[in-house]
């Protein structure tokens, strides 16, 4: 079974403006609905929304009822909010239809007002998110005192499951408001899912009691050959300016780095609940820890950070400290998530500081285990048993289908030079979320060519057997 985005799981890396977003304002030639509802025809009335329309309270479906709310007051000067229906007035009514499936909805606007049929809160969420883009298509965003609206009867309802979009804040640290500003994007396209990249190389994002070294040491850094490009670009582009929030002088040195605090992530994710996304943490082992290795040189085989063939050195699953970090590591960041799902890395793992280590090879001979390849199987497998303790579902990236796998991880197919990834995948049992590197990845080419590609691409036909 294959899960994915309805269009696009995207991943950012490392893009550099922490305060702006922006996207062109829509042009007034058609609906302007984006993804394409399943259903939607013209009626010819025609509806006209003053100071006297009227927005029916509705305790039912809260978040639908707030976005709607929103929309309406920065569409028109003014309007009523009435807990009361009366058939008289020209007002935006909810119905709760049971018979309508979850997360779809049915949205009507006639010459007597707008009416939402939904099952539940997120399918009627999406009918407003609908409603907007048509509105701000209508008048270009601006606040008016009437608005004319054509009548149109639109039925929609997902395609998939999984609809995501992957943020890198460990490359690039963005500000708490700009991720919420991505999360009001994420939503108006109807995005259900925002994955965070939280640790890397690079930085360690999260607050951690148990292990504070991980934000004393492993959340700063001096700047890397990414940051010049931003640097450079900001010269002649103010919005790639590196927020100076984000820096620090520590001993005469300019340190660039952050994290953010529980109290941040319960906010970023009491926000994104409002809008019916889910957060879901990526906390990526056993590659990919520099960070944390600086701030803990015990975790590495070597004794230290360091950089082998082509990727980092991975922490040491051959010792019994290694575990009981990892253990204690992810049961501090499952707490502040509530989402079921856990995303844990498991890519470009180096092994050869794994292949020189005598804890290694007597952990081999203790485990049977024949090359060292099969060490990352069997550390994604012991966290994966973990985090399943702990109610957690894992993802992994596609890297795993090159061992042994449990059928219950669910993998993010990535590798698009490696073909045969999503039919190993499948053919285990394990669902995937589809985010090949050469669509769906912005740093790679986020050129208008490429997003057309990407705009275009029907999974379906390229990947039948496994949908």
């Avoid at 009361?84 to 018979?99: E, V, Y």
């Avoid at 669902?431 to 986020?446: A, E, G, H």
Wanted: proline content about 3%.
């Amino acid at each position: 079974l294959l899960f994915s985005a309805c269009s696009i799981v995207l991943f950012i890396n490392p893009a550099c403006n922490n305060n702006s977003i922006s996207v062109p304002n829509p042009e007034n030639k058609t609906h302007g609905i984006i993804p394409l509802p399943r259903q939607l025809e013209f009626s010819g009335e025609k509806l006209i929304a003053n100071g006297n329309f009227t927005l029916v309270n509705n305790s039912t479906f809260k978040n639908a009822f707030l976005a709607a709310e929103e929309l309406l007051k920065t569409t028109l000067e003014s309007h009523k909010v009435s807990d009361t229906f009366s058939s008289g007035d020209k007002s935006l009514l909810f119905i709760a239809d049971n018979s309508i499936a979850k997360n779809a909805y049915e949205l009507t606007i006639s010459a007597g007002g707008i009416r939402v049929k939904a099952g539940n809160d997120e399918g009627a969420f999406w009918a407003i998110q609908t409603l907007k883009q048509y509105f701000w298509n209508l008048n270009n965003r601006q606040k008016v005192n009437s608005i004319e609206i054509p009548g149109i009867h639109i039925f929609d309802e997902p395609k998939y499951e999984w609809r995501g979009f992957h943020l890198d804040v460990s490359r690039h640290m963005f500000a708490v408001e700009y991720i919420k500003k991505v999360i009001d994007w994420l939503a108006y396209y109807k995005f259900n899912k925002l994955h965070l990249h939280l640790t890397d190389d690079q930085g360690w994002r999260l607050e951690s009691n148990k292990f504070p070294l991980l934000n004393e040491i492993g959340s700063w850094r001096t700047f890397d050959r990414y940051d010049s490009i931003c640097m450079q670009k900001a010269l002649s582009n103010a919005d790639f300016t590196i927020d100076p929030r984000f820096i620090q002088i520590r001993n005469g040195k300019t340190m660039y780095g952050g994290f953010y605090s529980n109290n941040e992530i319960a906010s970023i994710i009491n926000y994104a609940k409002t809008r019916c996304i889910e957060i879901i943490p990526e906390v990526d082992m056993p590659g990919h820890m520099s960070a944390a290795i600086k701030a803990y040189p015990f975790l590495s085989c070597a004794g230290t950070h360091g950089w082998g063939t082509e990727f980092s050195y991975p922490i040491c699953p051959c010792n019994d400290d290694v575990y009981d970090f990892a253990f204690q590591v992810y049961d501090e960041i499952s707490g502040l998530f509530p989402s079921d799902y856990f995303h844990i890395g498991a890519d470009e793992v180096e092994k050869d500081t794994w292949k020189q280590s005598e804890d290694c090879k007597n952990f081999m001979k203790k485990n049977n285990l024949t090359n060292v390849n099969e060490i990352q199987s069997l550390f994604v497998e012991r966290i994966r048993k973990h985090l399943e303790s702990k109610g957690k579902t894992v993802i992994v990236w596609d890297d795993v289908t090159d061992g042994k796998m449990d059928s219950n991880l669910k993998i993010m197919y990535w590798r698009d030079w490696v073909k045969d990834a999503p039919d190993k995948a499948a053919a285990n049992g394990n669902q995937i979320v589809f985010t090949r590197w050469d669509l769906f990845y912005l740093s790679s080419d986020n050129s208008a060519e490429a997003l057309k590609k990407l705009f275009e691409f029907d999974i379906q036909k390229e990947y039948s057997q496994e949908v």
